[in-house]
């Protein structure tokens, strides 16, 4: 934007389409199925321009994206992944670095790539195109070889930008209500949407990690079918779904401020197994992921169908199958649960 305009008094006054326009932005959602289709790369370039009038600490824009369109190389960045299909069908990757050793502190830099991020998703979203920004790209070391990024830029994340496929839902996962989310003057947040951990002084940021989290409280019990729910209503059932590996008609009603995870959450009878979910509450084919504590998980000698314990009753998830019938490939990390998993059919 020329600095002509910006200090112009027409900027600084409210657009006549205020609305209309946080309105289309309001729609932008992540998609995981893209038609392989290319974009001109031009495009993709104004795209990352566009990406660049975001903020940066100090203003040393220290980022640097690598854009990767070359159909061998997207397939590669995929098989490093881990899972990532979309990495493979999407039109272009666009790998999110930022120099080290620069406005470090509070993850200055970090916060620059994040605004320059979310920026191009939001003018991608304005030119027709979808887009997708992962964290999980596999191994960072991996990703340098492939494209030659030298050591002193870090790999923050990825950004797949293409079209959707006529086989994408078009969902946008939901929102937590803004009453939940920010309070005035003092830190207000409702005890449903904050999850446990054990009682500390202090919780380090770096000494927490998805494998190893010292603060994690484990007990269902101690959690609550209100915080379940919430954790199954916006992580689990509710990510940006991809049809046939994960997505549910249950989002609308798992996402109500009340919550009652029982019905969902059926208690299991050890003479019987797991209640029946009525007919009208399957959303397709399950697999049944049993949470536990992560050590109970290590411990081999554990028995392998254990169920974890809520107020004395035992609880299980429910997950869905891939399109080859299967378990999906990627297990739900937490902080907080671990699960086991293991095939059942439709209940």
Not at 16 to 22: N, S
Not at 122 to 134: M, V, Y
Not at 164 to 174: E, L, Y
């Amino acid at each position: 934007m020329p600095q002509s305009v910006a200090r112009s008094p027409e900027f600084l006054g409210v657009a006549p389409d205020v609305d209309a326009i946080l309105a289309r932005l309001a729609e932008r959602h992540s998609c995981r199925d893209f038609d392989n289709q290319p974009i001109d790369i031009a495009t993709i370039e104004e795209i990352v321009a566009d990406g660049t009038n975001a903020p940066s600490s100090c203003n040393q824009q220290n980022w640097h994206f690598v854009v990767v369109t070359d159909p061998a190389l997207r397939k590669q960045a995929r098989e490093i992944s881990g899972g990532n299909h979309h990495f493979e069908f999407c039109s272009a990757i666009i790998y999110l670095c930022f120099l080290k050793g620069w406005t470090h502190d509070k993850f200055s830099v970090v916060q620059s790539v994040a605004g320059a991020c979310y920026h191009m998703m939001l003018s991608a979203h304005l030119r027709g195109f979808a887009t997708i920004w992962n964290a999980g790209i596999g191994d960072p070391r991996s990703v340098a070889r492939m494209l030659s990024i030298p050591p002193l830029f870090e790999i923050q994340g990825a950004l797949c930008v293409g079209r959707p496929a006529a086989t994408a839902p078009a969902v946008k996962a939901p929102r937590r209500s803004v009453k939940e989310i920010w309070s005035h003057n003092v830190f207000k947040r409702p005890a449903h949407a904050t999850y446990l951990a054990k009682p500390a002084p202090h919780y380090p940021f770096f000494r927490i990690h998805n494998t190893d989290n010292p603060f994690a409280e484990w007990r269902p019990d101690k959690w609550g079918w209100d915080r379940i729910g919430d954790f199954r209503g916006y992580s689990v059932w509710a990510k940006s779904p991809l049809a046939g590996v994960y997505r549910s008609r249950r989002q609308g009603d798992a996402t109500a401020r009340r919550r009652d995870a029982r019905p969902l959450e059926r208690p299991v009878r050890h003479d019987r197994g797991p209640e029946p979910v009525p007919p009208d509450q399957r959303a397709y084919p399950v697999v049944h992921v049993r949470a536990r504590p992560v050590e109970s998980r290590l411990a081999r000698e554990a028995p392998s169908r254990r169920t974890a314990h809520a107020g004395g009753l035992s609880f299980e998830k429910h997950w869905p199958l891939n399109d080859q019938g299967g378990t999906t490939s990627r297990r739900p990390r937490s902080s907080q649960f671990y699960a086991d998993w293991s095939h059942s059919g439709a209940p």
